[in-house]
């Protein structure tokens, strides 16, 4: 039963435009969501965040918006640059259980032609 | 400096060892995290320690065990090793601030392989 699913298990843009990734979720109990990105042979890095009182939130060329209604979210990187190509993973937490636990989809990889 | 560092980054092993990964944090975090990525990719988590307290322990087999000997390490045993086993193990942390809690600081993995 996988409570976070990004559906999109690649995506390929061309340097330049802007790039969206996908994220639904199912929990209703979900307060909180994060966005990693991850290159090969490296631990996932932290991007950007957004509580479920907002339904955007931004951060340079990173936007994430959220959906609480449709239970979704999205990251848009607008411009996309070479440098942004990684594996994109979406995550979700439960804040007052105060665990810090993270339920991940399973990425999208992102490529930016030059 | 490296926030995370496990060791060792791959393991190599036969059916039926017994295997340990070990990993440090120097961010002064209060809690850490095992997390496994199958090969399809999902990120699942395993256990996690606040303050060397067992706080999260997920449906995992009593061959996996974790360690925190102080609240800057985070070590995973696993005994007798089989193939489903083989995945990457990523140890991560992460710090209450108030009532939220800082987003989760990973290590780069240990790619754990099972012949």
């Known amino acids: 039963d996988q409570q976070v699913k990004q559906n999109s298990p690649s995506l390929s843009v061309q340097e330049g435009r802007i790039s969206i990734l996908n994220c639904d979720y199912t929990?209703?109990?979900?307060?909180?969501f994060l966005w990693y990105k991850k290159y090969p042979a490296e631990g996932p890095t932290f991007l950007i965040s957004?509580?479920?009182?907002?339904d955007k939130n931004e951060d340079g060329r990173f936007t994430v918006f959220l959906n609480k209604s449709a239970k979704h979210l999205s990251l848009h990187i607008v411009p996309s640059q070479p440098g942004d190509s990684a594996v994109y993973f979406c995550?979700?937490?439960?804040?007052?259980?105060?665990?810090?636990?993270?339920?991940f989809g399973q990425g999208t990889t992102l490529q930016v032609k030059p | 400096d490296t926030a995370v560092s496990q060791t060792p980054k791959y393991l190599v092993t036969q059916m039926g060892n017994d295997k340990s990964i070990k990993c440090e944090q120097n961010?002064?975090?209060?809690?850490m995290y095992w997390y496994k990525q199958d090969s399809k990719k999902f990120l699942k988590i395993m256990f996690s320690?606040?303050?060397?307290?067992?706080?999260i322990n997920e449906t995992v087999p009593n061959r996996f065990s974790p360690k925190s000997p102080d609240k800057a390490h985070l070590n995973l045993h696993i005994n007798s090793l089989e193939l489903g086993d083989s995945a990457v193990y990523f140890c991560?942390?992460?710090?209450?601030?108030?009532?939220?809690?800082?987003?989760?600081?990973f290590g780069n993995g240990t790619r754990l392989t099972v012949t």
């Open positions: 991560a942390s992460s710090q209450a601030t108030g009532r939220s809690r800082s987003p989760l600081h």
């Open positions: 929990n209703s109990m979900f307060d909180y």
């Open positions: 957004i509580s479920s009182i907002k």
């Open positions: 995550a979700a937490s439960v804040t007052s259980s105060n665990t810090g636990k993270l339920i």
């Open positions: 961010l002064g975090h209060d809690t």
């Open positions: 320690y606040n303050n060397k307290e067992l706080i």
